[in-house]
């Protein structure tokens, strides 16, 4: 009868040393699952923000040397992740490639602007910055139209 006890404690030692094991591992992986989903998610939210854009339109009188001074100046400001010019030319381009139609040869001259699209960083894409800080900061360049940008974020 004292084997069986001895037996029967050995199964159960090794039973609650096997299931503590299995518990610990489990839950180990599971907070790793977690962590891998956070970061992931937090990367993808990131990517997402930083390819929100605003469009500074440029107007047709804008002399070359504004302009150049005006992508520099967006390429240093720390709010700006990166910025796209975009021709008078290649916005036809664009246009004709998106909707099938070319206006120049209805009209008989180009009548789309140049324009730079202007990538925030994460931090800096919501509506609130972009009213406040980032839109008076440039709107105060010669030569800008509009600043056209998504007010629903």
């Given at each position: 009868?004292?084997?069986?006890?001895?037996?029967?404690?050995?199964?159960?030692?090794?039973?609650l040393?096997?299931?503590?094991?299995?518990?610990?591992?489990?839950?180990?992986?599971?907070?790793?699952?977690?962590?891998?989903?956070?970061?992931?998610?937090?990367?993808?939210?990131?990517?997402?923000?930083?390819?929100?854009?605003?469009?500074?339109?440029?107007?047709?009188?804008?002399?070359?040397?504004?302009?150049?001074?005006?992508?520099?100046?967006?390429?240093?400001?720390?709010?700006?992740?990166?910025?796209?010019?975009?021709?008078?030319?290649?916005?036809?381009?664009?246009?004709?490639?998106?909707?099938?139609?070319?206006?120049?040869?209805?009209?008989?001259?180009?009548?789309?602007?140049?324009?730079?699209?202007?990538?925030?960083?994460?931090?800096?894409?919501?509506?609130?910055?972009?009213?406040?800080?980032?839109?008076?900061?440039?709107?105060?360049?010669?030569?800008?139209?509009?600043?056209?940008?998504?007010?629903d974020?």
């Amino acid at each position: 009868m004292s084997q069986k006890k001895n037996k029967a404690k050995k199964e159960s030692f090794f039973n609650l040393h096997f299931t503590s094991t299995i518990s610990i591992s489990l839950v180990l992986y599971m907070v790793g699952v977690i962590i891998a989903l956070y970061q992931s998610t937090s990367y993808y939210a990131k990517e997402s923000k930083e390819n929100i854009s605003m469009s500074v339109i440029l107007q047709d009188s804008i002399q070359q040397k504004e302009t150049d001074r005006l992508k520099k100046y967006l390429t240093a400001v720390p709010y700006i992740h990166k910025i796209e010019y975009i021709s008078k030319d290649s916005a036809l381009t664009e246009h004709i490639n998106a909707l099938g139609d070319d206006p120049s040869q209805l009209i008989g001259y180009n009548p789309l602007n140049a324009s730079i699209e202007v990538y925030l960083k994460a931090e800096y894409a919501n509506v609130d910055s972009i009213k406040k800080v980032i839109i008076p900061k440039i709107s105060h360049f010669d030569g800008i139209e509009e600043i056209v940008y998504q007010e629903d974020m």
